[in-house]
């Protein structure tokens, strides 16, 4: 796989200008996921008090969330739990869209569906990424599972400048460790200091011919 920003290019994917607060920016990518992978489960990590759920899960067939704390907003099934142990427990084969709005580092999250999360050759599976690791690059420390798909020291000088490229890495990590490549992608940064990026992806497993 080539890097993230070559797959927008080459796919003249539209970029969608993301604010760090701006739900509605949010929405799109998980909407653009949503049309490009098609009706299948939702698995939403971060699940909060529901704002994506009624703007956008809530049309997909089957839908999960998972929080630390307890919302009673019916009709929204979720985990009140850490969502790295659900994660880790139950079958993650009905979800084929895992939204993973973290407000520091979703990669933990991402390694571990990475390596649970069987895509069968020609089934496409989305990702919504919220990823705010650039405060910690800039203090020369990547989070341990970014640098795990990044294949990298997870202390180093420099990061931040490489932010995106990093990214690019892990990414490419991700697709190997899913048998997948990358055919649909949005991503944008956020206006403000702490320089959030968002971004939707959709993986397409490989043929079997193509499996190492």
Not at 110 to 137: H, Q
Not at 145 to 159: I, P
Request: aromatic share 8%; proline share 5%.
């Amino acid at each position: 796989m080539g890097r993230f920003g070559e797959a927008l290019t080459a796919a003249n994917l539209p970029k969608v200008d993301n604010h760090h607060r701006s739900a509605s920016d949010k929405a799109l990518v998980r909407r653009n996921v949503l049309e490009a992978v098609g009706p299948v489960g939702v698995f939403d990590a971060f699940a909060g008090s529901g704002e994506m759920f009624r703007r956008v899960w809530s049309e997909a067939p089957d839908y999960c969330g998972c929080d630390l704390r307890w919302f009673p907003d019916d009709p929204r099934l979720a985990f009140v739990a850490d969502n790295r142990r659900v994660l880790r427990c139950i079958d993650l084969a009905p979800f084929g869209i895992f939204d993973l709005d973290a407000y520091g580092s979703p990669w933990e999250q991402v390694a571990i569906i990475a390596a649970r999360r069987l895509v069968k050759p020609g089934e496409r599976v989305g990702l919504c990424l919220t990823d705010g690791s650039n405060m910690k690059l800039k203090m020369g420390d990547a989070p341990k599972a970014f640098a795990y798909l990044a294949g990298l020291r997870a202390h180093s000088t420099g990061l931040a400048s490489s932010h995106d490229e990093l990214v690019d890495r892990a990414l490419g990590g991700l697709c190997r460790k899913m048998k997948s490549k990358l055919v649909r992608a949005w991503r944008a940064r956020g206006k403000s200091a702490s320089r959030v990026l968002y971004f939707g992806l959709v993986l397409e497993g490989l043929p079997l011919s193509e499996r190492g």
